[in-house]
């Protein structure tokens, strides 16, 4: 399906009563439909019926799941003004569905000086950004103690800005760096400033995937370690899952059975974040191992699936304009998704993959498209405080380009997954 056609089909499903879509639905699908919609909670042979649900199956799912988000978070969708920044790309990881990373003998590697990110941060805060997003690769060359320093210096020139930052894989690397436990290294950098975790470097939790994505990356028991005991000291982290790759359905859905699992403990996670894999700058494309999946009805069948099956433990569902483009992101609004992300500002973690939804999205844009979709947007706070009445000063209305002398290589993104 094409755009027009995606559009079209999902507002033919708004504009159709459940209990019709619910009659034309298997009855398999329709009773484990009703049991998300009275509030129980699915299993995952039931989360697995609706992730994989076609046709007059799928139409039932997605009316369910606005509804369901109808009633979880009301009309409103919320959304950050914030920067992305890239600090540095020299990595040695080597993911194979990683177009940024690059060695340090590279023409266009990067480690930026606290000079250069400070300026960023600058820009953001002139901006209107409430939210710094920091992630970066994994230089071989970093000082034990940079992630800790480089938030010292941040917060003493910026002291209200929020520092989302650092995977659970830099943190992994950190701690191993510093010869601290983790719980120790995530205390220490919560205390020099540290507000979240991005809750990337999740990709798809089962261990043999991860073994062929990237053998070098963080292991699901470590990634767990590393956000609960995040979870234990207060600092709240997202959740994210990468797919339309190597995964079967069955993966999607004890991916997201795990993290129903740690937010029952932990109750930790602020959000859920749907990554789709874009493919055309990866190894794993040009080895052949993956083939380009179209973009729209697996993207609905995402969303709507995470919106039940996660109901009362992760409320945000966040749909991802630069993974889907802005008006693919739009009608995701309307199959379960509450969220618009972020302003960005800059991205290049998915544009070097080979995405091509640009670097940066205006708050006037999102508000617009939460107008075509029936609802209002709203400003929020990373930890999800709805900012009432907030205008940015110039964060996007209206947008001022970033300095390019700066810097000559755009940074950010929602992660790679």
Not at 162 to 187: L, N, W
């Given at each position: 399906m094409n755009l027009d056609q995606i559009r079209g089909f999902v507002d033919d499903i708004e504009a159709t009563p459940l209990n019709v879509l619910m009659a034309h639905a298997s009855a398999a699908l329709r009773a484990t439909l009703l049991k998300s919609l009275n509030g129980l909670e699915l299993s995952t042979d039931e989360g697995l019926a609706i992730y994989t649900a076609t046709g007059d199956d799928l139409r039932a799912v997605i009316k369910a799941a606005d509804l369901a988000r109808a009633e979880d978070v009301g009309e409103e969708v919320t959304y950050v003004v914030n920067r992305n920044i890239n600090f540095t790309n020299i990595c040695f990881v080597g993911c194979q569905f990683c177009g940024f990373k690059r060695q340090k003998w590279e023409s266009d590697a990067y480690d930026h000086s606290d000079d250069t990110i400070l300026a960023k941060v600058a820009d953001a805060v002139a901006r209107g950004a409430?939210?710094?997003?920091?992630?970066?690769?994994?230089?071989?060359?970093?000082?034990?103690?940079?992630?800790?320093?480089?938030?010292?210096?941040?917060?003493?020139?910026?002291?209200?800005?929020?520092?989302?930052?650092?995977?659970?894989?830099?943190?992994?690397?950190?701690?191993?760096?510093?010869?601290?436990?983790?719980?120790?290294?995530?205390?220490?950098?919560?205390?020099a400033g540290l507000g979240s975790i991005p809750g990337t470097a999740a990709e798809i939790l089962d261990d043999s995937i991860r073994e062929v994505l990237s053998h070098k990356k963080v292991d699901v028991a470590a990634w767990v370690d590393i956000v609960t005991s995040a979870h234990a000291l207060g600092v709240r982290t997202t959740s994210t899952i990468m797919y339309g790759h190597l995964e079967s359905p069955r993966h999607v859905v004890n991916h997201l059975d795990l993290l129903r699992t740690i937010q029952k403990r932990t109750h930790g996670f602020t959000e859920f974040v749907p990554l789709r894999f874009?493919?055309?700058?990866?190894?794993?494309?040009?080895?052949?191992?993956?083939?380009?999946?179209?973009?729209?009805?697996?993207?609905?069948?995402?969303?709507?699936?995470?919106?039940?099956?996660?109901?009362?433990?992760?409320?945000?569902?966040?749909?991802?304009?630069?993974?889907?483009?802005?008006?693919?992101?739009?009608?995701?609004?309307?199959?379960?998704?509450?969220?618009?992300?972020?302003?960005?500002?800059?991205?290049?973690?998915?544009?070097?993959?080979?995405?091509?939804?640009?670097?940066?999205?205006?708050?006037?844009?999102?508000?617009?498209?939460?107008?075509?979709?029936?609802?209002?947007?709203?400003?929020r706070s990373t930890l999800y405080k709805k900012l009432y009445g907030r205008k940015a000063p110039n964060g996007a209305r209206p947008i001022v380009p970033s300095p390019q002398a700066l810097d000559n290589h755009a940074c950010g993104g929602s992660g790679g997954g």
């Open positions: 409430t939210e710094v997003c920091m992630q970066g690769g994994i230089n071989p060359d970093m000082p034990a103690f940079k992630y800790r320093d480089l938030l010292v210096a941040i917060k003493s020139h910026f002291p209200d800005i929020h520092v989302h930052a650092f995977s659970p894989m830099e943190i992994m690397y950190g701690a191993r760096r510093t010869r601290m436990e983790y719980s120790d290294y995530i205390a220490m950098l919560r205390d874009i493919h055309e700058n990866t190894v794993l494309f040009r080895r052949g191992l993956v083939k380009p999946q179209e973009s729209g009805l697996l993207d609905l069948q995402m969303y709507a699936f995470s919106r039940l099956f996660l109901r009362g433990l992760i409320d945000n569902i966040q749909t991802s304009w630069v993974k889907l483009g802005v008006d693919l992101a739009a009608v995701t609004l309307k199959a379960g998704c509450n969220d618009f992300s972020g302003t960005l500002m800059e991205e290049s973690i998915t544009a070097q993959a080979g995405g091509t939804a640009g670097e940066f999205v205006a708050v006037d844009l999102i508000e617009e498209k939460a107008r075509e979709a029936g609802r209002v947007a709203v400003e």
